[in-house]
């Protein structure tokens, strides 16, 4: 039996073998062709690259309102990511050393806006054991609201000076996995941080919050689905009284939902989320409320009246509801009239078309009149010619 060996083709060492693969930098791999969807000149994104030194500022967004510098550097390689609970110290100072904020071991969830916007943004740029200090400018602190509770007060469009100290990092738990009292602490922890940020106009951030909320509060895979839905996907460890209880925080915060969306105008989304409230709850007032003024601002006013009438039967002295019903007859007076003149612009104006009519019929009166008596007085006159014609013959 013969065996056939296939020759072996050593590499010609003459010319370079390739050169082993290093281990890429972060700003290696963000210029990768593969790496979609990320712009490498965003002050973000080059901020998130650096490693700056000591002492050094970093311009956080490129537009001077946000500065951070290491104070003590930390482990590198450690900066937290979203949703990662870092636990800090912090203290926040007016430019005139003033101490206005100071908290010890607070934990707060990256991007969940559990702070301000400033220390939000700094915190993903800092290392596990970092300390630094953070210019905020107003506009990413506590803006043209400023702050009157608690105090001392922050004046309107004030900037501030953090000290802060990232002391640890850890990933944030699997929900479905957390009793249910530690969701529902920290789901109506995220609603009341959503509640702050609804009172100072914050629509956008405040949707947020209550987004978040509903992922604690809502039993199920999907919080946006509905309640009934989620309801029975409900588990066997938890009872029905925790089960009411969590059901009861998860309808607040739907409706506080609705409230957030429809001052962003965002009507359909806030639709959505009081009907979420309507389907357990039909008789709740507050989401009744907002439904009318939901329907009111989409121009559905005859519907807008029908559901703020059924919230006045519950509360007939609810001044808020009796407004709004007394603004939505104005209007639908209003839409009634401009109706009838549409119809007479389409149809064209009875009044003018009946006054046309008559005139029209006088005419026409007047003409067969004058026609009867031009024929009346032609016979007359052939008649007479007759008459004269055999008196002379």
């Known amino acids: 039996m013969t065996t056939t060996v296939t020759p072996v083709i050593m590499p010609d060492l003459k ?40 002492d050094e500022w970093m311009d956080i ?14 482990i590198k390689n450690t900066r937290p990511n979203r949703s990662d609970l870092c636990t800090i110290d912090i203290i926040g100072r007016l430019e005139d050393g003033t101490i206005v904020e100071e908290h010890e071991d607070l934990v707060v969830q990256l991007g969940d806006m559990e702070t301000i916007q400033g220390i939000d943004l700094a915190l993903a740029l800092m290392n596990t054991e970092e300390e630094a200090e953070v210019k905020v400018g107003a506009r ?15 004046p309107p469009n004030t900037d501030l000076v953090y000290n802060v100290t990232l002391k640890s990092v850890t990933m944030e738990r699997d929900i479905e996995e957390m009793p249910v009292a530690e969701r529902q602490k920290i789901g109506n922890k995220k609603r009341e941080r959503g509640n702050w940020w609804f009172a100072r106009d914050e629509c956008i951030i405040a ?14 895979e999907d919080s ?22 969590l059901l009861e925080d998860s309808l607040k915060v739907h409706n506080n939902l609705a409230a957030a969306q429809l001052k962003c ?21 507050k989401a009744l409320f ?10 559905e006013h005859a519907k807008a009246c029908t559901v703020l009438s059924q919230a006045l039967r519950i509360e007939p002295d609810n001044k808020a509801i009796q407004q709004e019903i007394a603004i939505l007859k104005k209007k639908s007076v209003k839409d009634a009239h401009q109706e009838k003149n549409l119809y007479r612009k389409m149809l064209g104006n ?44």
């Open 224 to 245: 946006e689905m509905s309640l009934e839905k989620n309801t029975e996907r409900t588990t066997e460890s938890m009872t029905a009284e925790e089960l009411q209880l």
């Open 265 to 285: 105008e965002a009507y359909d989304a806030a639709l959505k989320s009081v009907e979420n409230v309507l389907r357990c709850q039909p008789n709740n007032v």
């Open 350 to 393: 009875p009044a003018k078309r009946n006054k046309d009519t008559t005139k029209n019929d006088s005419e026409n009166k007047i003409v067969s009149k004058n026609l009867t008596w031009s024929l009346l007085g032609g016979t007359i006159v052939a008649v007479f010619g007759i008459i004269a014609y055999k008196l002379v013959a």
């Open 61 to 74: 967004l490129g537009s001077n309102q946000l500065l951070k510098k290491v104070v003590k550097a930390g």
């Open 207 to 220: 949707t947020q919050c209550y987004r978040k909320a509903l992922d604690y509060l809502t039993i199920g």
């Open 15 to 54: 010319e370079p073998l390739p050169e082993p693969e290093e281990n890429h930098t972060q700003a290696d791999f963000i210029k990768d062709e593969l790496n979609f969807n990320v712009d490498v000149n965003d002050p973000l994104t080059k901020a998130s690259l650096n490693e700056p030194a000591e």
């Open 140 to 154: 990413f602190g506590y803006g043209k609201t400023g702050r009157t509770s608690p105090l001392p007060v922050i």
């Open 290 to 299: 907002r439904k009318g003024k939901i329907l009111h601002h989409q121009g």
